[in-house]
């Protein structure tokens, strides 16, 4: 309630340090006049490295795998991903779709795609399924705080396209890692995809990169970046 959010603005007034796995949920909170006082930082959570992972080969004879792993809702904006798939060469890209229904109807989202393009797999683990892909697309339309799936997809060499909602872009390097699209420009998404399948070395470049940006988000580089976030909050605070 308002009453209650009152006074939570004038305690949060004496914090000195606040720290967020990204700017945009940092922002959502310092726009609102909470934390003026706080030295703020974005610090993403950490992950563990997962050993013998090489870069992807792409096989220009096969369709691109394109993927998706997430809860079956609006906000998550699956099906945008069947709206491009009647704007792609069914010949080409064969649509995965993961995770469980959440508002959405799995059968009924199935009848949404090009026919012969897409299977919805229900839920599985993303290690399991991101095995399966090659590139990963975060199209939601909601404000997602940080996207763990994008790290999560990173440390399998699988480039990333996601929408620019939230905090999603702050972990996709454009044109590097993967793309970053408008909310809901499905032709941008579109013309994102037919680059990924139609280059084979702008792909094989791409999951290099995302491989090498997954140490970015190492359990090791979390810690050292939390210390020293925190020695530097005391030193403000003395």
């Known amino acids: 309630c308002t009453a209650t959010s009152i006074g939570k603005k004038i305690l949060s007034q004496h914090v000195d340090g606040l720290v967020g796995e990204t700017d945009f949920i940092i922002k959502a909170h310092t726009d609102h006049g909470y934390f003026q006082n ?5 610090i993403p959570t950490g ?4 050993p013998g992972i090489s870069p992807r080969k792409r096989n220009e004879k ?3 795998r ?3 792993l997430g809860v079956l809702s609006h906000l998550k904006a699956p099906d945008l991903l069947a709206t491009a798939s009647h704007k ?18 799995s059968a009924e989202l199935k009848a949404q795609f090009a026919p012969n393009t897409a299977e919805l797999v229900g839920w599985v683990s993303p290690d399991d399924f991101l095995k399966t892909i090659d590139v990963l697309v975060l199209p939601s339309r909601g404000s997602e705080v940080f996207g763990r799936v994008i790290i999560e997809a990173y ?15 702050e972990s996709i390097e454009h044109g590097k890692t993967g ?8 032709d941008q998404l579109v013309e994102q995809l037919q680059k990924l399948e139609s280059d084979t070395k702008l792909y094989e470049q791409m999951s290099e990169k995302a491989l090498k940006k ?4 190492s359990r090791e580089n979390w810690q050292t970046r939390t210390e020293n976030f925190f020695q530097d909050v005391c030193k403000n605070s003395v």
Not at 159 to 168: D, K, R, Y
Not at 214 to 217: G, I, K, N, R, Y
């Open 88 to 105: 792609l060469d069914a010949d080409r890209f064969h649509f995965s779709i993961a995770g469980k229904e959440q508002g959405i109807n």
């Open 38 to 42: 706080a030295i703020t930082e974005a």
């Open 179 to 186: 793309f970053v699209f408008e909310n809901e420009n499905v």
């Open 214 to 217: 997954s140490a970015d988000f």
């Open 66 to 68: 394109v993927g998706f």
């Open 155 to 169: 440390l399998r060499a699988v480039p990333v396209i996601g929408s620019n909602m939230g905090g999603i872009p």
């Open 62 to 64: 096969q369709k691109l």
């Open 47 to 50: 992950f563990d490295d997962l």
